[in-house]
Nanobody, 124 residues
Framework: QVQLVESGGGLVQAGDSLRLSCVAS????????IGWFRQAPGKEREAVAR????????YYKDFVKGRFTISRDNAKNTVYLQMNSLKPEDTAIYFC?????????????????WGQGTQVTVSS
């Protein structure tokens, strides 16, 4: 089992920044790729970004490229999502997830463990 706890969400204005953290405990964190997903009210969950177990690969959805940066510190069992130039449409609950598969496209099916999420609200 891997337990994931997200933090860092909050209420900000458009153009502001936030840094989300995802702290893992349990089985070896180093073995897992980590992804960030989000779900806005009334919408389906969507992938945002992911990072491989060794930080050698990262992947971003087009709508966050150039604004969000994913990174990890395996010594701290933590993955970060730095979010800059936030927009109202970024408002959602953000979840981190851990998995061992890395497909051409990022889907929720690749991930075995999920956190409870942290709310990000961006006002205009």
């Amino acid at each position: 089992q891997v337990q994931l706890v997200e933090s860092g969400g909050g209420l900000v204005q458009a153009g502001d920044s936030l840094r989300l953290s995802c702290v893992a405990s349990g089985r070896t964190f180093l073995n897992y790729h980590i992804g960030w997903f989000r779900q806005a009210p009334g919408k389906e969950r969507e992938a945002v970004a992911r990072i491989s177990w060794d930080s050698g690969r990262t992947y971003y959805k087009d709508f966050v490229k150039g604004r969000f940066t994913i990174s990890r510190d395996n010594a701290k069992n933590t993955v970060y999502l730095q979010m800059n130039s936030l927009k109202p449409e970024d408002t959602a609950i953000y979840f981190c997830a851990a998995g061992r598969r890395w497909s051409a496209t990022m889907t929720g099916d690749e991930y075995d463990y999920w956190g409870q999420g942290t709310q990000v609200t961006v006002s205009s």
